[in-house]
T-cell receptor, first 113, second 111 residues
Framework: SQTIHQWPATLVQPVGSPLSLECTVE??????LYWYRQAAGRGLQLLFY??????ISSEVPQNLSASRPQDRQFILSSKKLLLSDSGFYLC????????????FGSGTRLTVV | GENVEQHPSTLSVQEGDSAVIKCTYS??????FPWYKQELGKGPQLIID?????GEKKDQRIAVTLNKTAKHFSLHITETQPEDSAVYFC??????????FGTGTSLTVIP
């Protein structure tokens, strides 16, 4: 069966520090991968998605970047965190093709202080 | 792009009553509509979905209805239980690669 791993679960970082969040998927190949941010415990904002290695689409221009160095690995990064980067970050995957729902990871609670 | 609106933003029901959450979408090309449940501190989980060639789908106490003409779809939870308390999100997809989410409904089931 497919599983998605996301870490760390919580993170407290000072303003101006770098960020690296990692997400890996097991039990599937060539998944679509997504990074979402959820502010204030509500709406889901799509940040990046990837349909293959090295293929990244950015939905919202901001202080963050994403990379997909391997088929089942998706990394969210920042060189210098801002206070506004605080939030709940979710990684998700879905199978290729139409009409498949996402499977979300357990999320990372990031607090920038 | 697609725009999904979700109502209400908060909903409180007595245990055993029914709960209904409604979503509207803007793009008639949308053809897949999943619903997610998010418990506190966790990632959303898919609970039910419906495709545009179906008008209604049911899974035990949960059902989803779709009206393509009016471009709206609804989640129905019957015989609510305290463990149904969570935030629920609807979503719509055109291509199957990208999902547009509603803003969420916080459901509280009062024992």
């Amino acid at each position: 069966s497919q599983t998605i791993h996301q870490w760390p679960a919580t993170l407290v970082q000072p303003v101006g520090s770098p960020l690296s969040l990692e997400c890996t998927v097991e039990g599937t190949s060539n998944p679509n991968l997504y990074w979402y941010r959820q502010a204030a415990g509500r709406g889901l904002q799509l940040l990046f998605y990837s349909v293959g290695i090295g293929q990244i689409s950015s939905e919202v221009p901001q202080n963050l970047s994403a990379s997909r160095p391997q088929d089942r690995q998706f990394i969210l990064s920042s060189k210098k965190l801002l206070l506004s980067d605080s939030g709940f970050y979710l990684c998700a995957w879905k199978g290729q093709g139409r009409n498949y729902g996402y499977t979300f990871g357990s999320g990372t609670r990031l607090t920038v202080v | 792009g697609e725009n999904v609106e979700q109502h209400p933003s908060t909903l409180s029901v007595q245990e055993g009553d029914s709960a209904v959450i409604k979503c509207t979408y803007s793009d008639s090309a949308s053809n897949y509509f999943p619903w997610y449940k998010q418990e506190l501190g966790k990632g959303p989980q898919l609970i039910i979905d419906i495709r545009s060639n179906v008008g209604e789908k049911k899974d035990q106490r949960i059902a989803v209805t779709l009206n393509k003409t009016a471009k709206h779809f609804s989640l129905h939870i019957t015989e609510t239980q305290p463990e149904d308390s969570a935030v629920y999100f609807c979503a719509a997809s055109i291509t199957g690669n990208q999902f547009y989410f509603g803003t969420g409904t916080s459901l509280t089931v009062i024992p």
